[in-house]
Nanobody, 123 residues
Framework: VQLVESGGQLVQTGDSLILSCAAPEERLSDYALGWFRQAPAKEREFVASIGRSGATDTNYTDSAKDRFFISRDNAKRAVYLQMNNLKPEDTALYYC????????????????WGQGTQVTVSS
């Protein structure tokens, strides 16, 4: 499964940003999807996941709750991460991931990864 992220950029504290992840060659409806991030000198961490059923099956890390929102569009073969009220601590390389199970994503062991898109939040 090839996953291609886009949308990362330099923004200011308090700004909003939408990350996109496309899988042009895949039927994404078969997969649970998620977003991870890795800040400099830190381990990669789970951010959000969405199950195959969509909006009724989402999970977030505590730091993302009420600020970040994950969604998917199976017809467009894409998953999105809406990020609001961005903070400098959100600065990281953001990765898209896919697996047949949500559990694999939430435990950091998805089968498929994208290459990442950089988000930098200036103070």
């Amino acid at each position: 499964v090839q996953l291609v992220e886009s949308g990362g950029q330099l923004v200011q504290t308090g700004d909003s940003l939408i990350l996109s992840c496309a899988a042009p060659e895949e039927r994404l409806s078969d997969y649970a999807l998620g977003w991870f991030r890795q800040a400099p000198a830190k381990e990669r961490e789970f951010v959000a996941s969405i199950g195959r059923s969509g909006a009724t099956d989402t999970n977030y890390t505590d730091s993302a709750k009420d600020r970040f929102f994950i969604s998917r569009d199976n017809a467009k073969r894409a998953v999105y991460l809406q990020m609001n009220n961005l903070k400098p601590e959100d600065t990281a390389l953001y990765y898209c991931a896919a697996d047949f199970t949500t559990a694999a994503i939430m435990t950091g062991r998805p089968e498929y990864w994208g290459q990442g898109t950089q988000v930098t939040v200036s103070s």
